[in-house]
T-cell receptor
Framework: AQKITQTQPGMFVQEKEAVTLDCTYD???????LFWYKQPSSGEMIFLIY??????QNATEGRYSLNFQKARKSANLVISASQLGDSAMYFC???????????????FGKGTKLSVKP | DVKVTQSSRYLVKRTGEKVFLECVQD?????MFWYRQDPGLGLRLIYF???????EKGDIPEGYSVSREKKERFSLILESASTNQTSMYLC????????????FGQGTRLTVV
């Protein structure tokens, strides 16, 4: 079973509008972290935002916010006021906290390609 | 700034060759990762290392091995390159624990002919 599911292979949004990119995850660990990365056409992976499993509030970073619904195991990324430069691939990722051995294996979803229209 | 450097941006190798992809990080991170990225498949973890000489298989380790003799360096080895290993390879590093982001190298586009 996939640990990270991104159901939207591609999305379009009009410039200046808000857009939500979906992400659901699967884990039995009580302690984990959720991440979103942006990959523009240049190929670099850019970290956007982080949400911890014990965080009470949704994470925000500038125009990015994470809509964290723990019971539903979803961690959707919301981009407000889209800009042309937001056109990129977006990846959701999760790290689980395994004790007594490796810590923090990082698993990614398949990504969503966002295109911002002028 | 954290820097993760991959030895080559583009690489072309022949089928059957032994291929080494090198990755170096300068922030004393415990964890290092090798991913393969293919269109429509996202990033798939090949191997993960959480300490010197320690490694764990990821989702697609077949045909690959890794080496981590020093903390700052994590090498991916294709023992006998095949055309289905043509891909983008991404290295990343991070501190330990579930709450720290990973930092990525610029990627190596490997073509096996």
């Amino acid at each position: 079973a996939q640990k990270i599911t991104q159901t939207q292979p591609g999305m379009f949004v009009q410039e200046k509008e808000a857009v939500t990119l979906d992400c659901t995850y699967d884990t039995s660990d009580p302690s984990y972290g959720l991440f979103w990365y942006k990959q523009p056409s240049s190929g670099e992976m850019i970290f956007l935002i982080y949400q911890g499993s014990y965080d009470q509030q949704n994470a925000t970073e500038g125009r990015y916010s994470l809509n964290f619904q723990k019971a539903r195991k979803s961690a959707n990324l919301v981009i407000s006021a889209s800009q042309l430069g937001d056109s990129a691939m977006y990846f959701c990722a999760m790290r689980e906290d395994h004790y007594g051995g490796s810590q923090g294996n990082l698993i990614f979803g398949k990504g969503t390609k966002l295109s911002v229209k002028p | 700034d954290v820097k993760v450097t991959q030895s080559s941006r583009y690489l072309v190798k022949r089928t059957g060759e032994k291929v080494f992809l090198e990755c170096v990080q300068d922030m004393d991170h415990e964890n290092m990762f090798w991913y393969r990225q293919d269109p429509g498949l996202g990033l798939r973890l090949i191997y993960f290392s959480y300490d010197v000489k320690m490694k764990e298989k990821g989702d697609i380790p077949e045909g690959y091995s890794v080496s981590r003799e020093k903390k700052e360096r994590f090498s991916l080895i294709l023992e006998s390159a095949s055309t289905n290993q043509t891909s983008m390879y991404l290295c990343a590093s991070s501190l330990g624990g579930p709450n720290t982001e990973a930092f990525f190298g610029q990627g190596t586009r490997l073509t096996v002919v």
